[in-house]
């Protein structure tokens, strides 16, 4: 006997994970559907991201938080399991996901790679629990693509460091408690562990978004942070130490979209059975339904992709060129399903009411962070030729 047919998964796509994956994914669905979804418009409206400590706490508790890292008080998750929970998580909004990501994929990362011991006993169980939010001050005000040309340096003076610089577009700047600042030194580029009630570090919140407004997003300024010589990250000198921490959370992006997309798509089909124009559903045109077909099409096959990319990221195998290849074209295709999901509900499309509007202006950020669209195309480029056309 064939299986039913599932309108939520066409492809049988779950036949593809195991019980720990499934029970991973339904948690953090739960709570993404109790603690975000009944209030998620109301922040986004009002622009802000209220209780995001406890948030970070209760995020912690479901063992959200560095959730693929091993040891530390983190979850020792797989791949996809984390690939998952980044879907789940930016299906309620891509600001709560950008909130996982830059604690776990970021920040904790960068210390449970490049740490010392001390480091990472020191900080990642408590970031691990949520108790400490985490932020990752790599883009500046005019270097974004090209963090080669950071202003940011760090000085000697005796044993201690001495930070002064500028970095934007921080995700949980403002509230965080620990900073993995970049910076150039003479040795150089070098990451430092900056507790941020450190004497010259302030971290003013960025107004006036019109996207990822249910998250919080700041400057960090320096301005002669004085550091003990253990702040800095022995395990990594050069910019392959931050870009190796982008490949981790731009691979969360890669699920992430999807889950945004998803979030999308359930509401233009729930709208099309519902809405009635001309005496019968919506859904029972032919345009529309050639709509939800295509969307269904790039929906799935991102998903697929992301869950390829996961087990190949489980086996050691995963390529950074490989997850530029899943962040450019699950980004670009999550930003097509959402504007014509916004098409299928008409006016009610740029209505709170339904999540179309906040998830199409999120995306739209999130195919600009960790790289954009050019960037990764020049990445597959050189991959695919052999040949640099960065510079």
């Known amino acids: 006997m064939l299986p039913s047919f599932d309108p939520l998964d066409p492809l049988g796509i779950d036949d593809l994970l195991e019980p720990e994956d499934l029970a991973v994914r339904d948690t953090v669905r739960r709570w993404a559907a109790d603690r975000v979804l009944p209030y998620v418009a109301e922040w986004y409206e009002a622009g802000e991201l209220p209780g995001i400590r406890e948030l970070a706490r209760e995020l912690g508790g479901i063992g959200a938080l560095g959730m693929s890292l091993d040891g530390y008080g983190c979850a020792g998750a797989s791949a996809v399991q984390y690939g998952l929970a980044c879907l789940e998580l930016e299906a309620a909004d891509s600001g709560i996901r950008s909130l996982v990501s830059v604690q776990g994929s970021l920040a904790m990362y960068a210390l449970h790679r490049f740490g010392s011991e001390e480091q990472k006993r ?161 859904g029972g045109f032919q345009l529309t339904q050639a709509k939800l077909a295509d969307m269904a099409v790039e929906l799935h096959k991102g998903i697929l992709l992301a869950h390829h990319l996961g087990r190949r990221m489980d086996a050691g195998r995963l390529r950074p060129e490989q997850v530029s290849f899943g962040k450019l074209n699950n980004v670009r295709e999550a930003i097509e399903i959402c504007r014509t999901a916004r098409t299928i509900l008409g006016a009610n499309g740029i209505s709170l009411e339904y999540p179309v509007m906040r998830h199409a202006t999120n995306l739209e950020s999130v195919l600009t962070y960790e790289g954009t669209v050019e960037m990764h195309q020049l990445v597959l480029g050189k991959a695919l030729t052999g040949l640099d056309a960065f510079r």
């Open 122 to 282: 020191g900080w990642l169980p408590r970031m691990a629990s949520g108790e400490v939010i985490g932020c990752f001050g790599l883009t500046e005000p005019d270097h974004g693509s090209d963090p080669a040309g950071m202003r940011t340096y760090a000085k000697r003076d005796g044993s201690d460091w001495v930070l002064d610089g500028r970095k934007m577009w921080i995700t949980n700047g403002s509230v965080a408690g620990v900073a993995v600042v970049w910076a150039r030194t003479d040795d150089g580029i070098r990451g430092f562990v900056v507790p941020t009630d450190s004497a010259g570090f302030s971290a003013p919140e960025i107004k006036h978004k019109w996207s990822l407004r249910a998250s919080v997003t700041s400057e960090l300024v320096l301005d002669d942070v004085r550091l003990p010589a253990d702040a800095v990250l022995p395990g990594v000198v050069g910019l392959k130490g931050p870009l190796s921490c982008l490949t981790h959370a731009r691979y969360g992006i890669v699920w992430g979209s999807m889950g945004a997309a998803r979030a999308c798509f359930e509401a233009a089909v729930d709208y099309a059975k519902t809405r009635e124009q001309f005496g019968r559903p919506i």
